[in-house]
């Protein structure tokens, strides 16, 4: 089983819509988790860290779910702006990130 | 700050030469990252370093090799390429653990050919 798992998509969908990525990770002692956003040909950047209390940003919101070990991404009334790869990341113990494959979001006008 | 600097930005290699990727990290974090992406792939980790003189190995470390003599710097060695090794490869730090949630800066990746 890998250690950061992702729906590789893509996920097409229309301006204004809501969409949702989830990410499971397979080491229950892992300690903190993160969603990255990855542009075509780009360095990754960090969009959220995600809290055990789930957090939100704007039009984006983040859960993490221990017992299940998944972490999840909302992102309402999506902007053209927001096509991209989104990264689940999951630092499994002394700062060793691992990254998921990364969830392709499409959104057309 | 200049962050996280990656050299070259580009690179054609023949079968079997070797070739130095140079990561340098001016914020003087613990902890840095050579990681590899593959078309239409995620990031997978070669090697790591907590700290310098200290290295391990990732999830796809055959056919590299790392060091740390520095905190600023931590070059990814190619011995013998091959073009399985053809991949765009980013370095990334973070501050120093006990600092969980706070971000990797990467810096802008090598895109290596091997041919």
């Known amino acids: 089983r890998k250690e950061v798992e992702q729906d590789p998509g893509p996920f097409n969908v229309p301006e204004g819509a809501t969409v949702a990525f989830n990410c499971t990770y397979s080491?229950?002692?892992?300690?903190?988790f993160f969603w990255y956003r990855q542009d075509c040909r780009k360095e990754p950047k960090l969009l959220m860290s995600?809290?055990?209390s789930g957090n939100e940003d704007g039009r984006f919101t983040a859960q993490l779910n221990r017992a299940s070990q998944y972490i999840s991404l909302l992102i309402r009334d999506s902007k053209l702006s927001d096509s991209a790869t989104y990264l689940c990341?999951?630092?499994?113990?002394?700062?060793?990130?691992?990254f998921g494959t990364g969830t392709r979001l499409l959104v057309s006008p | 700050n200049a962050g996280v600097t990656q050299t070259p930005k580009f690179r054609i290699l023949k079968i079997g030469q070797s070739m130095t990727l140079q990561c340098t990290q001016d914020?003087?974090?613990?902890?840095m990252y050579w990681y590899r992406q593959d078309p239409g792939m995620g990031l997978k980790l070669i090697y790591y370093?907590?700290?310098?003189?200290?290295?391990d190995k990732g999830e796809v470390p055959n056919g590299y090799n790392v060091s740390r003599s520095t905190t600023e710097d931590f070059p990814l060695r190619l011995e013998l390429a091959a073009p399985s090794q053809t991949s765009v490869y980013f370095c990334?730090?973070?501050?120093?653990?006990?600092?969980?949630?706070?971000?990797?800066?990467f810096g802008q990746g090598t895109r290596l050919t091997v041919v």
């Open positions: 080491n229950s002692a892992s300690q903190s």
């Open positions: 370093s907590v700290g310098a003189g200290i290295t």
């Open positions: 990341v999951v630092n499994t113990g002394f700062q060793k990130l691992v």
């Open positions: 914020m003087n974090h613990n902890y």
């Open positions: 995600v809290y055990s």
């Open positions: 990334a730090s973070t501050p120093p653990q006990g600092q969980e949630n706070t971000e990797a800066f």
